[in-house]
């Protein structure tokens, strides 16, 4: 069973955008740092598959999703250090969860699921797959992000995490991302 580093305590408040490809995760997450100037913390898959890619055009396979959880939470602990009151995840375990759950049959590994119940991040931002599809070399499901959005959903409320969906494009998207911070920082259990 693989090992995966410990995620580093904090104070801050760990916030994972969350959701399909080409949602606006990343935009997101530096928007959000920007506002909060806080960190954030970019999205280890992208460059470890785009490499396997660029080396072997072979796409991600479930031997590399250990070696993704290990990146991300790696990352993690590198910025949580810097970050004030707020760390935004561009992504995080439970992504990672979702993706194998949707690509390998319904199969996860136990050690990346249990790695989903050890882990701790505060809320959960939702991102609706409401924005154009913006196609790359990874990205693969440009008819099912519907269904996608879906099936993050569907963990969220199985999990029981406080999360809230964010919609609408450009700055109305990140002023929708800040209102749901705002809500959830007075109701902390609450999902918007």
């Known amino acids: 069973m693989e090992t995966f580093p410990r995620q580093q305590a904090t104070g801050c408040h ?51 999703l250990p070696q993704i959880v290990k990146g991300q939470i790696q990352l993690e602990n590198e910025a949580v250090s810097q970050a004030q009151k707020w760390l935004f995840c561009d992504t995080n375990v439970l992504v990672t969860k979702v993706w194998s759950i949707t690509h390998f049959d319904g199969y996860c590994a136990p050690e990346i699921v249990e790695a989903v119940n050890r882990y701790h ?22 008819h099912q992000r519907d269904e996608m959005f879906s099936a993050f959903l569907d963990e969220l409320k ?13 700055k109305e998207r990140l002023q929708n991302a800040i209102q749901a911070l705002e809500k959830w920082l007075v109701n902390p259990k609450s999902s918007f």
């Open 121 to 142: 991040y505060d809320f959960y931002l939702l991102t609706s797959p409401d924005i154009p599809w913006e196609p790359d070399s990874l990205r693969d499901r440009p």
């Open 14 to 64: 760990r916030i994972v955008l969350y959701g399909p490809e080409s949602t606006g995760k990343t935009t997101l997450a530096q928007a959000l740092a920007a506002h909060y100037q806080t960190q954030w913390v970019p999205e280890f898959a992208r460059d470890y598959l785009q490499e396997k890619w660029n080396n072997s055009q072979e796409t991600c396979g479930l031997e590399d």
């Open 158 to 170: 199985l999990l029981k995490h406080p999360y809230a969906i964010v919609t609408g494009t450009g």
